[in-house]
């Protein structure tokens, strides 16, 4: 469209110049001309963006149609020597174009005999031989038909070769997203390294591990980093030897304590390779903290020790109820204080190894009761309360909360027992870290808009480190030497066994005191499917 107007405008200065030179006016042709301008700019300004449907039909004339007729009657209008034909290829690379191929040699034929008739009426008027330009308008009309073939081709071809390339750019743009939030959640550190040491893609995870900011911009490079040389090291020797390299290094950061790194590294592709794609070769870095796999090896065997763990516990329950009976009758006849005392510490950790006798024991009854041990509807707020005033009968003194009981009559799905447990697990938890003020451990109950209900133990303890929180529900695994690491365990499979979950969140409290950052255990429940409410007799007849 653009084009068209060009050439109108063109065509009008000639014109126009030609007044000037002072040749033979002809205002017919200029006005013609001037409404070819008008229209080709109208067409321009009012068409859309998307071409007219490319078979053929009437919504080409405005286009098509305007250039056939226009340049016909100029050619034949026209007195002076000036040979206008040439502009019959611009619809015919419109057609061919825009158009299928039966509008483009459509074009091209009525093309074709608009020049042999124009040949016609020049022979008639001259009376002289027409059959040289008979042949020449054959000849031009031949070269149209095989432009016009040509360049739909063409246009067929970049068609389809944008179609595939913006397939592609959508797979890669999807690739590229999926990689990205891939790259963004994993766990290990991914740095992707070119052969001048700069890192051209650094995870959060890499970026915390050498001590960056997750805010820092890429690229940068390897020797701004604190201890990175074993790193560029790596690198280096990848990118010469063209093979994974593997390896435990040590990143030191100033004057702390030296990080443990498993490194492996891998070539996106050789020097000759990329050399032959036109290319870069890049060298991609995994980083494993050896404190997690260590970890994780550590859970792994004392996961296994549970298990053998359990068969002790139940052997040693019988020989220490002895212990403990042995001793009340022991401390019934003493009456030196400091007997006494020695008895009171017999009594004091024969509690404490029956207890731990008990949970891991309770790992075997929680898998026993997972499998046999049915639901139940209950009142959560009910069941709350009463396992809140039982456990601070224990010590009330010590254990003041405030309590935050909104759900009202709602239930939930859940055994009884089950639930006492958790919450007393919770409420123990949270005794063991809480500071001292009357709202340092808060207990809540909430539903969502969506008819969720949760239950919440909030203490205003100090933030869990990310090695503890990352293992808080794991087995055997506890920050402290005197617990044995089962009562979030069993939390978790408990909840997981009605359905339910159970999370950690560090979580800020607005209290009398201020705002007051704390730990947060919730449990979320499922959405019940029984009724709130017993059915009557009447619904039950009814039913």
Known sequence: MTSRVMVAFALLLLQMLGIMLNQASEP??????????????????????????????????????????????????????????????????????????????????????????????????????????????ALTGTGYFIVAYLVHQLAARLISERKVAAQSQVAARAQGDVSALVMQNLADGVLVVDENDIVRIANPSALQLLSHSAQTVTPFSLLHVPGGAPLMAMAQRTFRQEVPQSADIDILHGEQRPLGLHVRTWLTSTRDEAKAAGSESLCVMFLHDLREMEARLRTEKLAAMGRM?????????????????????????????????????????????????????????????????????????????????????????????QLALTVGRSHVE???????????????????????????????????PNGQIALQVWSDGTPLDKTV???????????????????????????????????????????????????????????????????????????
């Open 28 to 137: 017919l042709i200029q006005g013609m001309c001037l409404a070819y301008l008008v229209a080709a700019l109208l067409l321009r300004i009012l068409a859309r963006r998307r071409p007219p449907a490319p078979h053929a039909g009437p919504q080409w004339l405005p286009s098509i149609g305007v250039d056939l007729a226009f340049i016909s009657a100029v050619q034949v209008l026209h007195t002076g020597v000036m040979n206008f034909t040439p502009l019959f290829g611009l619809p015919i690379l419109t057609a061919a174009v825009l158009g299928s191929l039966t509008l483009a040699f459509g074009t091209t034929a009525a093309v074709t005999l608009l020049l042999l008739t124009w040949t016609w009426w020049q022979g008639d008027l001259s009376g002289l031989d027409t059959t040289p330009r008979y042949f020449q308008s």
């Open 309 to 401: 763990s359990a068969a002790v516990a139940h052997e040693i329950r019988n020989p220490l109820a002895a212990i403990v009976q042995a001793n009340a009758l022991l401390e019934e006849d003493l009456t030196d204080p400091s007997q006494r005392r020695l008895t009171h510490m017999v009594q004091q950790n024969a509690e404490r190894l029956s207890r731990i006798a008990e949970e891991v024991l309770d790992i075997a009854r929680v898998q026993h009761q997972i499998s046999h041990a049915p639901a139940a509807s209950l009142i959560l707020d009910e069941v709350v309360a009463q396992v809140w005033a039982d456990w601070q009968a224990h010590d009330p003194d010590r254990r003041t909360a």
């Open 414 to 448: 859940f055994d009884p027992d089950h639930l006492r447990r958790v919450v007393v697990n919770l409420l123990d938890n949270a005794l063991r870290y809480m500071g001292h003020a009357p709202d340092s451990l808060c207990v809540s109950t909430r539903a969502a």
């Open 469 to 543: 929180e990352r293992h808080l529900f794991e087995p055997f695994f506890s920050s402290e030497s005197r617990s044995s690491g089962l009562g979030l365990y069993i939390c978790r499979e408990l909840c997981q066994r009605h359905g339910a979950s159970i999370g950690y969140q560090r979580r800020t409290l607005s209290l009398q005191r201020g705002e007051i950052g704390g730990n947060a255990f919730t449990v979320t429940f499922r959405k019940t499917t029984r009724p709130s409410e017993p059915l009557s007799l009447f619904d039950t007849i009814m039913v």
